[in-house]
């Protein structure tokens, strides 16, 4: 179950931009997410594995927001881009060459946080994806 191990990822990701605001703890709204297609990840499975996860934490009462990021592929030999299907074995329509480079698809990223500080008005901001 690739969701579980993705949700222990981002809770450590969201431990690691808590500890950077200091001794002010932030109050997370949401949690902006770019989920690419060629993933393997389910976003109502992810959304499920999170809301279960942050139950009693900091982070209890924050939702996540997923942005699907379509499979887009370029053709090496003529240099198309495609959108990608299992039902061609993810070939190029133009060529029918294998997808060998995938343009978009892949990500799996915190876009940005919506949070509150004190008595501050909601922010969103964005977050670097860890390497």
Do not use: N
Not at 1 to 11: G, N, P, W, Y
Not at 46 to 71: F, Q
């Amino acid at each position: 179950m690739h969701e579980v191990d993705m949700t222990k990822c981002l809770l450590l990701s969201m431990q690691d931009w808590r500890q950077r605001h200091g001794p002010v703890s932030p109050s997370v709204e949401v949690v902006h997410l770019q989920v690419g297609d060629f993933t393997c990840v389910e976003p109502a499975q992810l959304v499920s594995t999170w809301d279960v996860a942050i139950r009693g934490s900091w982070l209890e009462g924050a939702r996540l927001s997923i942005e699907s990021i379509p499979l887009v592929g370029r053709c090496v030999r003529c240099s198309a881009t495609y959108r990608p299907s299992a039902d061609s074995a993810y070939r190029s329509p133009c060529c029918d060459h294998p997808m060998e480079e995938v343009v978009t698809g892949r990500e799996l990223r915190i876009r940005s946080v919506d949070y509150t500080l004190a008595s501050s008005v909601p922010a969103e901001k964005p977050t670097p994806v860890p390497s």
